[in-house]
């Protein structure tokens, strides 16, 4: 019983660190014609951001 219980957190832990192995993540880069960052700022700011 007390094997049982002290094997869970380990097999559970090494599924945690595998899915982590399996992450993809994306930049992206933005350009913003002259005068138009602030409303590109406040597009993420206001309304992108929110989503996540």
Excluded: S
């Amino acid at each position: 019983m007390a094997a049982a219980f002290f094997w869970t957190p380990v097999v559970g832990l090494d599924f945690a660190q595998a899915e982590e192995k399996n992450r993809v993540f994306e930049i992206r880069t933005y350009y913003a014609n002259e005068g138009k960052l602030d409303a590109l700022l406040a597009r993420f700011r206001d309304h992108t951001v929110t989503l996540f």
